[in-house]
């Protein structure tokens, strides 16, 4: 028996990343084998990719497809999948921070490759060169490691990485052990850059889907556009319409009364954040969040 520990966390911090949940959401999902499981798994906003990682440990879904709309995350986690060696090498030619300067040269090249066309999406990752992608991908831990709180943000006028260096933090970078375990419990997953709307056009009945969204009322600053009303209501609408297809549809969110009111019919579980961090980097301290779900019908008449 593998020590779960060991394998199936996180190489990244991740604002809003589900690394506490993970048993509790895994406890009320359908069954990983026999009477009642689920066929193929999506996951649409991936981040850190905790649930998606302990569903993996234990499970042998027909196919896994895991998405995100940010290219830099979704092209670390190619990197990973891909050769997880390589990746480490390239981490460990960047010199660690020592000062400030050294943390800014290191998001300053990042932001120039990120940065050199706004307009091409996640294009601008897809036209590098194999040992750019790598590089990129290092980068993008060693900023996620060393930066504030691990907190991706990026600046609505220029789409820059904008976080500051975290001096007081010894970072914790992902060791050889660790990255391998990850690529190989995510080697047959399609991994994809896009919207959620596009991720889930293919799921159909008795598919299991987990989504989990930039939240209400919080920190909406993944992206450049934000995801805001629209997006919650767009993403609500998309749900309901994978769960009349027949699809056990998982969602968190923010426990907030609108939240409640949007996915009212919906069976609800509260989780207890601990340390939540606001935009500025702030802990919030204990937080409520949703986890709000539709199970199949099949499911509901095994339980
Ligand atoms: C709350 S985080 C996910 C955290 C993840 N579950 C974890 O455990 O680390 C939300 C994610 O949604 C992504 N995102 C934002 N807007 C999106 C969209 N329209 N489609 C797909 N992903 C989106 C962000 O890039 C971010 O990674």
């Not at 302990?54 to 497809?65: A, E």
């Not at 997006?231 to 009349?244: I, P, T, Y």
Request: proline share 4%; charged share 20%.
């Amino acid at each position: 028996m593998r020590n779960k520990k060991e394998f199936n966390v996180p190489f990244m911090k991740y604002v809003g990343g589900k690394g506490q949940f993970v048993d509790a959401i895994a406890r009320l999902m359908p069954p990983k084998f026999g009477k009642g499981t689920f066929s193929n798994y999506y996951e649409p906003f991936l981040g850190g990719g905790a649930v998606a990682l302990n569903m993996l440990l234990l499970s042998v879904p027909r196919k896994v497809y895991l998405s995100d709309i940010t290219p830099e995350l979704i092209n670390t986690w190619h990197c990973v999948q891909r050769n997880p060696i390589r990746l480490l090498r390239s981490l460990h030619d960047i010199k660690l921070p020592a000062c400030i300067e050294d943390y800014q040269s290191v998001r300053k090249e990042y932001n120039v490759a990120k940065c050199r066309d706004i307009n091409t999406g996640a294009k601008w990752i897809d036209s590098m060169t194999d040992k750019q992608k790598f590089t990129i991908a290092a980068q993008y831990i060693y900023l996620n490691k060393t930066g504030v709180n691990g907190i991706y943000r990026v600046s609505k006028r220029k789409n820059e990485f904008n976080i500051s260096w975290n001096k007081q933090l010894k970072p914790c970078f992902p060791n050889h052990q660790h990255l391998s375990e990850v690529s190989m419990l995510i080697r047959n997953a399609e991994i994809t850059c896009q919207s959620f709307t596009l991720a889930l056009r293919g799921v159909q009945e008795n598919d299991l889907v987990y989504a989990d969204p930039p939240y209400d009322k919080t920190y909406d600053n993944y992206t450049a556009n934000g995801f805001g009303v629209e997006g919650q209501v767009h993403l609500f609408n998309v749900l309901q319409n994978m769960s009349a297809r027949g699809a056990h549809v998982f969602a968190s969110n923010s426990d907030t009364d609108y939240v409640r009111s949007l996915y009212s019919g919906w069976e609800k579980v509260i989780l207890q954040r601990k340390g939540t961090i606001s935009s500025d980097g702030c802990d919030r301290g204990k937080v409520n969040e949703l986890l709000m779900f539709k199970r199949a019908m099949e499911l509901q008449n095994v339980a």
